[in-house]
C-alpha cells in the first residue's frame, strides 16, 4: 500500500478504536487507515468490492444503493473512477492478439430517451437518444478483442475497426477471418482499415414479414439466411455472428442499463460507458467461461496466467 497524499512507501502504526489497520507515511507522516478513498468519500476495500461486485451482476445503482447503503452519487464517482481504469486495462493488456476468428456486431441502448423523442426536441445533442455499442470477439477464446461506444455510422464504425486493428497481431504471416452482419457500414472498412490479412464474409439475415398484431419487438421470423463473401479467402461455413450476438446477451443480463422496459436506462453518455468498459474487462479477466473449461477469455488468449480477483481489476488491496 502506498501513500495516498505523496504516493511514498508506507508502514504499519497501530490500529484506531475500530480495529481498522493505521498506516504512517514514512516520507511525508501522513497517518492513515486501511480505507481505500474515493471523490472525498471513504469506503472500506471491502464496500467497493461489493459495490462493483452487485454494478457487474446486473444490478441497478439505486438497488446497489439499497443493498450496501453507499449514496448513489458515490456509487457513480466509484463507476467512473472503476471505468476509468478498466479501459486503460483494455487499451493497454489486449493488444497483439493472435487472432483466428473475429466475429463482429453492434447492440443498441438508448441513453436519456428514445430517438423519437429526441428527434421532437429543439436542439441535437448527440450523446442522447440511440446509441450503439459495437464488439468484436475471437471465437476460440471468447475475448472481447475491441468495442466502441457510438453511433451507428460510418464514422464510428471505422473508430470501432481502428480500435480492432490495433488490438490484433498484424504481422505479416497472421491472417483472420471476419464475419459481420450486413451493416453497410463495415463492407468496405473492414477491408481498407484491416487490411489483405483479414478474410471478410457476410452473413445476411432474412426475415418474414412481422405479426401485425405484435406492438413491442415484432421483428418477422428469421426464414433464411445468406453467406457472402467481401474480399479475401473466408472459410464460408464459418462465416457467422453467433457468437458475438450470444456476447450481446450476456451484455443485456450483467449490464442493468441495457435491461429493455425499465427506468435503468443511462441518464449520461460517460457513465454509460464507464459500465461498458467495467463489464468487458470483467468479463475478460475475471469470469470464468464454461466453454473453456472454465478459464476465463484472457487465460485463453494468453493475456493472462490467473483469473483476477475484482479486487485486483478495480485496483483495491
Known amino acids: 500500500m502506498n501513500c495516498p497524499n505523496c504516493k511514498s512507501i508506507v508502514k504499519k502504526n497501530g490500529k484506531n478504536r475500530t ?95 428514445k430517438q423519437k423523442t429526441v428527434n421532437q426536441r429543439e436542439g441535437y445533442d448527440e450523446k442522447v437518444g440511440s446509441s450503439y455499442t459495437f ?10 478483442v475491441a468495442w466502441h461506444l457510438g453511433k451507428r455510422s460510418l464514422q464510428d464504425t471505422e473508430i470501432f475497426l481502428e480500435k480492432v486493428y490495433n488490438a490484433v497481431d498484424n504481422g505479416t504471416d497472421n491472417r483472420y477471418q471476419v464475419s459481420t452482419d450486413a451493416f453497410k457500414g463495415y463492407e468496405h472498412s473492414v477491408n481498407e482499415i484491416l487490411g489483405a490479412r483479414a478474410d471478410y464474409g457476410q452473413i445476411i439475415k432474412l426475415y418474414n414479414k412481422p405479426n401485425a398484431n405484435e406492438v413491442r419487438y415484432s421483428a418477422g421470423d428469421c426464414i433464411g439466411i445468406k453467406k457472402r463473401v467481401i474480399c479475401g479467402n473466408p472459410i464460408k461455413e464459418k462465416i457467422s455472428t453467433s457468437f458475438i450476438e450470444r456476447a ?26 464507464y459500465a461498458l468498459a467495467l ?6 479477466f475475471c469470469r470464468g467461461h464454461k466453454t473453456l473449461n472454465g478459464a476465463t477469455p484472457a487465460m485463453a488468449a494468453g493475456i493472462s496466467k490467473t483469473f483476477w480477483t475484482l479486487k485486483e481489476l478495480i485496483g483495491i488491496s
Open 19 to 113: 480495529g481498522e489497520q493505521k498506516y504512517k507515511c514514512l516520507s511525508c507522516g501522513k497517518v492513515f487507515t486501511s480505507t481505500e478513498k474515493l471523490e472525498g468519500k471513504r469506503l472500506s476495500a471491502d464496500k467497493i468490492e461489493l459495490c462493483i461486485k452487485l454494478l457487474v451482476e446486473g444490478n441497478s445503482v439505486r438497488s446497489t444503493e439499497r443493498i450496501t447503503g453507499v449514496h448513489r452519487d458515490t456509487i457513480l464517482r466509484l463507476l467512473e473512477s472503476v471505468g476509468t481504469r478498466c479501459m486503460a486495462i483494455q487499451e493497454n493488456l489486449v493488444k497483439g492478439i493472435n487472432v483466428k476468428d473475429v466475429q463482429m456486431d453492434e447492440i443498441w441502448a438508448f441513453i436519456g430517451a
Open 135 to 144: 464488439t468484436a470477439i475471437e471465437s476460440e477464446s471468447k475475448l472481447i
Open 248 to 273: 450481446n446477451l450476456t451484455m443485456r443480463m450483467g449490464i442493468r442499463r441495457f435491461t429493455r422496459l425499465t427506468n435503468a436506462f443511462s441518464k449520461k453518455w460517460e457513465n454509460h460507458n
Open 279 to 284: 463489464h468487458f474487462a470483467y468479463y475478460n
